[in-house]
């Protein structure tokens, strides 16, 4: 399964992450579409994008069986 993944940032407290699952690349459309909500994580700081995002990313990879997982694009 390969799971493509986005994160908004609405404000310098609250992030949002999303996660759209497919099953094959020829899918044209998702099985699954996830999201979370993070409130922690670094203000940005170029180059230094596992303080700001890798946190939500994480928090979202939570909610999938990472044994599943062949793909993640961010």
């Not at 994008?49 to 993640?72: A, G, N």
Request: hydrophobic content about 40%; charged content about 25%.
């Amino acid at each position: 399964m390969t799971i493509g993944i986005d994160t908004y940032y609405r404000s310098d407290s609250d992030a949002y992450t999303v996660g759209v699952i497919f099953d094959s690349w020829t899918d044209k459309v998702p099985r699954q579409i996830i999201s979370c909500k993070t409130s922690e994580f670094a203000p940005y700081i170029p180059g230094e994008f596992y303080k700001r995002e890798l946190p939500c990313i994480l928090d979202l990879l939570k909610l999938v069986d990472l044994e599943e997982v062949d793909t993640i694009i961010l």
